[in-house]
Every structure is written in structure tokens, then in C-alpha cells.
């Protein structure tokens, strides 16, 4: 096993690949940039290396300064987390060079997986459904307006080396995919440095549900089940839950084989996802692999008992896969809600500036990933994702009102979350019945309002609470809780929320 990792990343991924490091006995490294000095990460780790300026270009992502800082430190294998350099194929290589370890997938797996056209004509050699359309790059729009004829118009342009969503767009008719064509080839040049698009049938309101899949180094390969991700806005995922309200036990089954197939064909070692489009009938289809730790895995682990970073270390340290197929199983029902620093009554605009008070939410059931800290700055160089919460119950019921109820004790003051937004999400009667598909938040959400009030007697009990916490923890006594001096804002906000008077 590994003695000292390095994370190159920084955040809430950062502190939970640390986490994992530190159970394991493993000595973690962590990375920063001159504005993540103060960061929760770079306090929990062993050791922490400055790599350069803000701008993520000039030190998350500078490959020579992360390996530098490797090579200084000692550290044997390097964990991406997600973003930054995790699906990077030239990164994962040079590695392979320099002989330090990559915590992810081998290059060769990582480019076949990054193209999507050559990743559905594998698929579609190994018997994998993929979406009916273009299983190569066409030179001439004559080629493209026959291929669109027979698959049926509205069709989908996307780009060859795209993916999450960027430099999509959806053609109606004949004479719009002309025009379509060449804006489509235009932002893919311009994102990917690669023009190259074809065509898909579109698939109408989908559900997006994926699958975990473990991989050893020698073929050893399990899925841990599934995970419905379809609550998203402008692609970027909101809400997860593991099981899908959608899938019954014989197509999670269908499902979970051709996941793993598809890391098979793909040569693949180490954690992926593999993704599929489940349409109104409930067909399903490959879309693409996601070839890193993703953002929601804390719904498999709570469901499935399998700690996901802790089994990606000893995968990528050469062990042998300890788990077994028939051994895995899913228990419960888990709900993951993603916490941003935006304004979702303000055009979701990001919000940064300084924490001034944080109360995360505890309880049974519930884990909090975080990267945030009371007095904290939150920089506005990065991703806006400030924690993820995630709870578990016995049903999706349960699960619902846990989760809901958490996000009733979550206090973040300082800046804007969408945290409200969240709990109009949680509420909402479709979401309730698992009405989940992409469309969910264009259709229920659009010109959504915070309704969340009287926002001033909300504020004043929230702000009395910072300073009763802050007060009782510097403090050291338990101020008493009954009597008339003793003012709880705790009984005052529980009393407001039920419609009692305070007194
Ligand atoms: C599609 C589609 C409909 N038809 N492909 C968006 C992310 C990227 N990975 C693929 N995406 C889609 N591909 C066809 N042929 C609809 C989407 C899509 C979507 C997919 C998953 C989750 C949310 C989505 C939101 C809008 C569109």
C-alpha cells in the first residue's frame, strides 16, 4: 500500500479523499493556489505545497507543478479527485512515466472514453444499445442532412469530443440543421479544439440514470447499482438519489451487466460511471463514461456500505478487487442534495465572500461533505459547489423528510446558497411521486421564487442562533434552557415554523 498520496484538488473532494487516506494510515499531500491558502483542505492534510496563482490554468491544472510537487514531497500516487485533471489522458500518461501512480483509469481507456464516437462504435461492436445515429464523423453537409432523414427529424447535434452536455443543440427541421450544423462545429472548436459532431435521434425528457462500476487492474469487475441523476439544470446535477424511482429489478439487472461490459470492451481499470439515457418506454441507452470519482458517490456508499475512494486507492496500489457481485447489494434509499454558493433568486449567479456563520446539519442518516468553515472566504476562481448533503432511510419517503428536514438545520450566513431552492426541489409533489426525468426543473422551476419568509424574522432568528451557538462553545456551559432568561432561538424558529407566536 501507498505511504503518502497526493490530492490534486481542493474543496469538499479534496477533505474526503483525505479522509479515506487517513483510515487507510496513508499520509496525504495537499495542493493550493494562492487563494485556497486558508482552505478547510489544506488544513486537514499532513502536508500542503503551494502550486501558483488563483486561475485553476496556472495551478490545478499545471501538470508540472502538481508533479513537482509529487516528486518534493515523496508522495507515490496522485488522487485527481473530479474536474480539474482527472479525465485527462496526457495527465494520467505522464504519470505513467514519471512513475508515480494515477488514482483513476490508464490513458488508453481515458482517450477511448473521451471520444465519443469511437466510444459508441465499440459499444455497438459489444452489443451495448447505443442511441440510434452517426457511428462516424460525416465531411459534407449532404452526408449529414441524409443521415438525419434516416434517423427522423428532431435530431441531436453533439460533439465528438464533448460531453456533460457542451456543444449540444437539438434540430427540429431540414433547414435548421444547416445552420445548426455550424454552430455546433463553431463551439465545439472553440471548447474542445476539435470540430468534429454528429447526429443523434433526440430523445425526448429522458431520465439520465447511471451506474458505479469497480474495476481492478486485472479484470475483475463489479457494478454497484445505479443512481438517477435527471434533477439537473443547465447540466450541472442538483439532486441525486440511489435506487431510481424508474427501474425495476430486472432492467437494474439488464443495466448493471451492460455497465460492466462496457468497462470490459473499454480495457477500463479503477472507478467509472457509466451513464444511459432511459426514454418514456423505458429503453435504455448508452451515452458516455464518466471516468473519475464523481460528485455523487456518496449515495452508493451509504446504500451499498462500499467506501468508493478507499477501494479506487487499493485498486490503483494493484490489489486485488475484494468484492464479489453477488455479495453487493442496495439497502435503503439515499438522497443527495449539492449545496452552491449561488443566488437562485438572482439569476444563479455565483455568490462569494465570507462565511460568517455555519451550522451543518447532524443526525442519524445524514453526512455532510463539506469544504467550508465559519470565517471562511469562498474565492471566486472555482466551482461553486460548497458541500453536499446527503442522508440515507429505510424508503425514498423517509428519505425525502430526512433530507428536508436537515436542510431545516442547515444555517449557512454570508453568502447565498441555493439551499431553499433545494427544499422547493425535495417538496415538490412530482418530485415526491419520482417523477424525476431531465425536465423537471425547466418544467416546474422556471421563474421560481424564494418564498422563504417572513425573511426578516427568519434572518433575526437565524442571526440570534449564530451568536447563542458561538456564545455556548467559547463558553463551554450549557446556558439553561428553561425559564425566562433563557432566550432560545432554537424554540423561537420552531415555534415560527409551526405558527406560534414566540414569546
Ligand atoms: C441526449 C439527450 C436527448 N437525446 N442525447 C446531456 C448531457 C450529455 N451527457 C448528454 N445529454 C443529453 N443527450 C440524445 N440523443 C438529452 C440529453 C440531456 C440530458 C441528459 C442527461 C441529463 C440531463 C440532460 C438534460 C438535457 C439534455
Same mark, same amino acid.
Given at each position: 500500500?501507498?505511504?503518502?498520496?497526493l490530492?490534486?484538488?481542493?474543496?469538499?473532494?479534496?477533505?474526503?479523499?483525505?479522509?479515506?487516506?487517513?483510515?487507510?494510515?496513508?499520509?496525504?499531500?495537499?495542493?493550493?493556489?494562492?487563494?485556497?491558502?486558508?482552505?478547510?483542505?489544506?488544513?486537514?492534510?499532513?502536508?500542503?505545497?503551494?502550486?501558483?496563482?488563483?486561475?485553476?490554468?496556472?495551478?490545478?491544472?499545471?501538470?508540472?507543478?502538481i508533479v513537482a510537487a509529487a516528486r518534493a514531497t515523496g508522495a507515490?500516487?496522485?488522487?485527481?479527485?473530479?474536474?480539474?485533471?482527472?479525465?485527462?489522458?496526457?495527465?494520467?500518461?505522464?504519470?505513467?512515466?514519471e512513475?508515480i501512480?494515477?488514482?483513476?483509469?490508464?490513458?488508453?481507456?481515458?482517450?477511448?472514453?473521451?471520444?465519443?464516437?469511437?466510444?459508441?462504435?465499440?459499444?455497438?461492436?459489444?452489443?451495448?444499445?447505443?442511441?440510434?445515429?452517426?457511428?462516424?464523423?460525416?465531411? @459534407? &453537409?449532404?452526408?449529414?442532412?441524409? #443521415? *438525419?432523414? =434516416?434517423?427522423?427529424?428532431? !435530431?441531436?447535434?453533439?460533439?465528438? +469530443? /464533448?460531453?456533460?452536455?457542451?456543444?449540444?443543440?437539438?434540430?427540429?427541421?431540414?433547414?435548421?440543421?444547416?445552420?445548426?450544423?455550424?454552430?455546433?462545429?463553431?463551439?465545439?472548436?472553440?471548447?474542445?479544439?476539435?470540430?468534429?459532431?454528429?447526429?443523434?435521434?433526440?430523445?425526448?425528457?429522458?431520465?439520465?440514470?447511471?451506474?458505479?462500476?469497480?474495476?481492478?487492474?486485472?479484470?475483475?469487475?463489479?457494478?454497484?447499482?445505479?443512481?438517477?441523476?435527471?434533477?439537473?439544470?443547465?447540466?450541472?446535477?442538483?439532486?441525486?438519489?440511489?435506487?431510481?424511482?424508474?427501474?425495476?429489478? @430486472? &432492467?437494474?439487472?439488464?443495466?448493471? #451487466? *451492460?455497465? =460492466?461490459?462496457?468497462?470490459? !470492451?473499454?480495457?477500463?481499470?479503477? +472507478? /467509472?460511471?457509466?451513464?444511459?439515457?432511459?426514454?418514456?418506454?423505458?429503453?435504455?441507452?448508452?451515452?458516455?463514461?464518466?471516468?473519475?470519482?464523481?460528485?455523487?458517490?456518496?449515495?452508493?456508499?451509504?446504500?451499498?456500505?462500499?467506501?468508493?475512494?478507499?477501494?479506487?486507492?487499493?485498486?490503483?496500489?494493484?490489489?486485488?478487487?475484494?468484492?464479489?457481485?453477488?455479495?453487493?447489494?442496495?439497502?435503503?434509499?439515499?438522497?443527495?442534495?449539492?449545496?452552491?454558493?449561488?443566488?437562485?433568486?438572482?439569476?444563479?449567479?455565483?455568490?462569494?465572500?465570507?462565511?460568517?456563520?455555519?451550522? @451543518?446539519?447532524?443526525?442519524?442518516?445524514?453526512?455532510?461533505?463539506?469544504?467550508?468553515?465559519?470565517?471562511?472566504?469562498?474565492?471566486?476562481?472555482?466551482?461553486?459547489?460548497?458541500?453536499?448533503?446527503?442522508?440515507?432511510?429505510?424508503?425514498?419517503?423517509?428519505?425525502?423528510?430526512?433530507?428536508?428536514?436537515?436542510?431545516?438545520?442547515?444555517?449557512?450566513?454570508?453568502?447565498?446558497?441555493?439551499?431553499?431552492?433545494?427544499?422547493?426541489?425535495?417538496?415538490?409533489?412530482?418530485?415526491?411521486?419520482?417523477?424525476?426525468?431531465?425536465?423537471?426543473?425547466?418544467?416546474?422551476?422556471?421563474?421560481?421564487?424564494?418564498?422563504?419568509?417572513?425573511?426578516?424574522?427568519?434572518?433575526?432568528?437565524?442571526?440570534?442562533?449564530?451568536?447563542?451557538?458561538?456564545?455556548?462553545?467559547?463558553?463551554?456551559?450549557?446556558?439553561?434552557?428553561?425559564?425566562?432568561?433563557?432566550?432560545?432561538?432554537?424554540?423561537?424558529?420552531?415555534?415560527?415554523?409551526?405558527?406560534?407566536?414566540?414569546?
Open positions: 500500500m501507498f505511504k503518502k498520496i490530492i490534486a484538488n481542493r474543496g469538499e473532494i479534496a477533505c474526503r479523499i483525505i479522509r479515506a487516506c487517513r483510515e487507510m494510515g496513508i499520509a496525504s499531500v495537499a495542493v493550493f493556489s494562492e487563494a485556497d491558502r486558508a482552505g478547510l483542505h489544506v488544513q486537514m492534510a499532513d502536508q500542503a505545497v503551494g502550486i501558483g496563482p488563483p486561475p485553476a490554468v496556472e495551478s490545478y491544472l499545471d501538470t508540472d507543478r507515490e500516487a496522485i488522487h485527481p479527485g473530479y474536474g480539474f485533471l482527472a479525465e485527462n489522458p496526457e495527465f494520467s500518461r505522464r504519470c505513467e512515466k512513475g501512480v494515477f488514482i483513476g483509469p490508464n490513458s488508453r481507456a481515458l482517450e477511448l472514453v473521451g471520444d465519443k464516437v469511437r466510444a459508441r462504435q465499440t459499444m455497438e461492436k459489444a452489443g451495448i444499445p447505443i442511441i440510434p445515429g452517426m457511428k462516424r464523423i460525416a465531411a @459534407e &453537409l449532404s452526408e449529414y442532412a441524409a #443521415e *438525419a432523414k =434516416k434517423i427522423g427529424y428532431p !435530431v441531436m447535434i453533439k460533439a465528438s +469530443a /464533448g460531453g456533460g452536455g457542451k456543444g449540444m443543440r437539438v434540430v427540429y427541421t431540414e433547414e435548421d440543421l444547416r445552420p445548426g450544423l455550424e454552430a455546433g462545429q463553431r463551439e465545439a472548436k472553440s471548447a474542445f479544439g476539435d470540430e468534429s459532431v454528429y447526429l443523434e435521434k433526440y430523445i425526448e425528457n429522458p431520465r439520465h440514470v447511471e451506474f458505479q462500476v469497480l474495476a481492478d487492474n486485472d479484470g475483475r469487475i463489479v457494478h454497484l447499482f445505479e443512481r438517477e441523476c435527471s434533477i439537473q439544470r443547465r447540466h450541472q446535477k442538483i439532486v441525486e438519489e440511489t435506487p431510481s424511482p424508474a427501474l425495476t429489478p @430486472e &432492467l437494474r439487472q439488464r443495466m448493471g #451487466e *451492460a455497465a =460492466k461490459k462496457v468497462l470490459e !470492451v473499454a480495457g477500463y481499470n479503477n +472507478a /467509472g460511471t457509466v451513464e444511459f439515457l432511459l426514454d418514456k418506454n423505458r429503453e435504455f441507452y448508452f451515452l458516455e463514461v464518466n471516468a473519475r470519482l464523481q460528485v455523487e458517490h456518496p449515495v452508493t456508499e451509504l446504500t451499498t456500505g462500499v467506501d468508493l475512494v478507499q477501494q479506487q486507492i487499493r485498486i490503483a496500489a494493484g490489489e486485488k478487487l475484494a468484492l464479489n457481485q453477488e455479495d453487493l447489494s442496495q439497502r435503503g434509499h439515499a438522497i443527495e442534495c449539492r449545496i452552491y454558493a449561488e443566488d437562485p433568486a438572482g439569476g444563479f449567479l455565483p455568490s462569494s465572500g465570507k462565511i460568517l456563520f455555519l451550522k @451543518e446539519p447532524k443526525g442519524p442518516g445524514v453526512r455532510h461533505d463539506g469544504g467550508i468553515y465559519s470565517g471562511w472566504d469562498v474565492p471566486i476562481y472555482y466551482d461553486p459547489i460548497l458541500a453536499k448533503l446527503i442522508v440515507w432511510a429505510e424508503t425514498r419517503e423517509a428519505a425525502c423528510r430526512r433530507i428536508l428536514s436537515a436542510m431545516d438545520d442547515y444555517i449557512i450566513l454570508g453568502i447565498k446558497t441555493n439551499i431553499s431552492f433545494l427544499k422547493d426541489i425535495i417538496s415538490h409533489p412530482s418530485f415526491l411521486e419520482g417523477a424525476t426525468t431531465t425536465g423537471f426543473i425547466k418544467s416546474h422551476f422556471e421563474g421560481w421564487e424564494d418564498k422563504e419568509g417572513p425573511e426578516e424574522t427568519l434572518m433575526l432568528a437565524l442571526a440570534a442562533a449564530a451568536f447563542f451557538d458561538s456564545q455556548r462553545t467559547r463558553e463551554a456551559g450549557v446556558p439553561p434552557l428553561r425559564g425566562k432568561e433563557a432566550f432560545s432561538p432554537w424554540r423561537a424558529l420552531g415555534k415560527w415554523r409551526i405558527g406560534e407566536k414566540s414569546d
